[in-house]
């Protein structure tokens, strides 16, 4: 009788593939608990990951987004968008985190709807739809957009006192541009109630962010004493300084 051993080899390799699978189950704990990247690293990565520029850091940005939160994928479809984004994934990993809940990726869309870039149409509608989102969030940036639309009347019926509502939002926020709008729908009783004394403030609030039309403005209003402000020559000189320096260095819009 010929005795056969084949039951060892057989628990060989199961304990083999058992120890293949703790490791791999080992690594996938150790992969879950690896931190999240910060807002700052992803960042980088998306500077990194740019027209041009490293892809390394793309396919960094890309394993983080497939197995990441939101903002890896919005960092990701921003990435690919500024590349051109040949093959639609940049849109499609953009819009997957604003459904996801990221207020930026909200924002992103519906400036990129509005804008029109890396072969995507303008669409109004889309566009006042996830600024809306995004506004309704609380993100500044949109707020300022909204307020634009609803002046404008894109991808909405214009209302002036809702644009008001939206830009004293963004205003609120520090947005230069909103405060500048603000201030002249101030100034001219539109949305709001005339209020010289608002639009001032808000215009010197904007003049302080390097707002050139603003620090143009109150330069006027000083020179002929405008605005309920007393004719003051030398304040008005200072804005005109003001608004050459600004045009070298103005605000930036969200």
């Not at 992103?108 to 303008?122: D, F």
């Amino acid at each position: 009788m010929r005795l056969t051993f084949r039951s060892k080899p057989r628990q060989g390799r199961l304990a083999s593939a058992l120890m293949a699978g703790a490791a791999a189950l080992g690594g996938i704990a150790w992969a879950s608990r690896a931190p999240a990247p910060t807002a700052a690293e992803l960042t980088q990565l998306q500077i990194l990951a740019g027209p041009g520029r490293q892809d390394a850091a793309l396919a960094r940005l890309t394993n983080l987004a497939e197995g990441g939160t939101a903002d890896a994928r919005r960092t990701l479809g921003l990435a690919l968008l500024s590349r051109g984004d040949q093959d639609g994934k940049g849109l499609r990993s953009l819009r997957r985190a604003a459904e996801d809940g990221d207020v930026e990726a909200r924002f992103q869309l519906g400036k990129l709807y509005s804008a029109g870039a890396a072969g995507v149409s303008t669409d109004a509608a889309r566009a006042f739809a996830w600024l809306s989102a995004a506004g309704k969030a609380g993100h500044a940036g949109a707020a300022y957009y909204l307020g634009i639309a609803w002046r404008d009347g894109y991808g909405v019926k214009t209302d002036h006192a809702e644009a008001a509502r939206w830009l004293r939002q963004a205003a609120d926020a520090g947005i230069a541009a909103a405060q500048f709008l603000l201030a002249n729908a101030y100034r001219e009783g539109d949305g709001v109630p005339s209020n010289d004394a608002e639009a001032v403030r808000l215009y010197t609030a904007a003049a302080e962010q390097d707002h050139p039309e603003a620090c143009q403005t109150l330069a006027m209003a000083y020179l002929n004493g405008e605005l309920g402000l007393q004719r003051d020559e030398e304040e008005g000189r200072h804005y005109l300084m003001e608004a050459a320096h600004a045009l070298k260095h103005p605000a930036l819009k969200p």
